[in-house]
Structures are given as structure tokens and as C-alpha cells.
């Protein structure tokens, strides 16, 4: 079965970077897309941008200047880095299977709160 955690500081300051980590247990991480989704307070879900099976990123165009997404296969995880974070980019944050309207699998979310 697979599963997928993620992991990583639950409040970062504005103009810093937030980085998240998200592991996945059983399943192929090199034959899969890999996704990050959030959902701020009181919004849907938004999605953030994926990684392909070859390791090519895709990211949306309203946060495309400022993440980063990357893969570590040996350690079977993959990373999200969002630089210069602002309290807008407060939000409950997943990784997830897939792409875009094809997600499979779900982390549990992790909240990440940006204060100062």
C-alpha cells in the first residue's frame, strides 16, 4: 500500500523560504507523478505543481517564480521549497500521487503557518 507523509516546520517567517518534504512508503517513486496541493483557510484546494517520473517539474503559473520542486529517489521522498513566503501563503499543505485531477494517494497534510 502506498502512503505519504509529510514532514517539516510548521511556522516559517515572511520573506523566508518554507520547505516540505513529503516520504513515500511502497510503490515506484521513479514511475510516478509527484504533486504538491495546499488549501488556505477558508479556500479550496490549490494546486502547487508536480514532478514527472523523469524528474521534469511542472508548477502553476500564479507560484511558478518562486517554488521549487525536487526528488530524491534513494531516499524515496520528494521536496517543495516556496521562497519569500508571505502570511497569504499560510495554507494546509499535501503531497500527493499524480497529477492535477488524477491523484491517487494523499498525505495527511501538514499546517504551515507563516509569522512572524
Known amino acids: 500500500q502506498v502512503q505519504l507523509q509529510e514532514s517539516g516546520p510548521g511556522l516559517v517567517k515572511p520573506s523566508q523560504t518554507l520547505s516540505l518534504t513529503c516520504t513515500v512508503s511502497?510503490?515506484?517513486?521513479?514511475?510516478?507523478?509527484w504533486s504538491w496541493i495546499r488549501r488556505p483557510p477558508g479556500k479550496g484546494l490549490e494546486w502547487i505543481g508536480y514532478?514527472?517520473?523523469?524528474?521534469?517539474?511542472y508548477y502553476s503559473p500564479s507560484l511558478k517564480s518562486r517554488t521549487s520542486i525536487s526528488r530524491d529517489t534513494s531516499k524515496r521522498q520528494f521536496t517543495l521549497q516556496l521562497s519569500s513566503v508571505t502570511p497569504e501563503d499560510t495554507a494546509v499543505y499535501y503531497c500527493?500521487?499524480?497529477?492535477?485531477?488524477?491523484?491517487?494517494?494523499w498525505g495527511q497534510g501538514t499546517q504551515v503557518t507563516v509569522s512572524s
Open positions: 500527493a500521487r499524480g497529477r492535477p485531477g488524477e491523484y491517487d494517494y
Open positions: 511502497g510503490g515506484s517513486i521513479i514511475a510516478n507523478y
Open positions: 514532478i514527472t517520473y523523469g524528474g521534469t517539474t
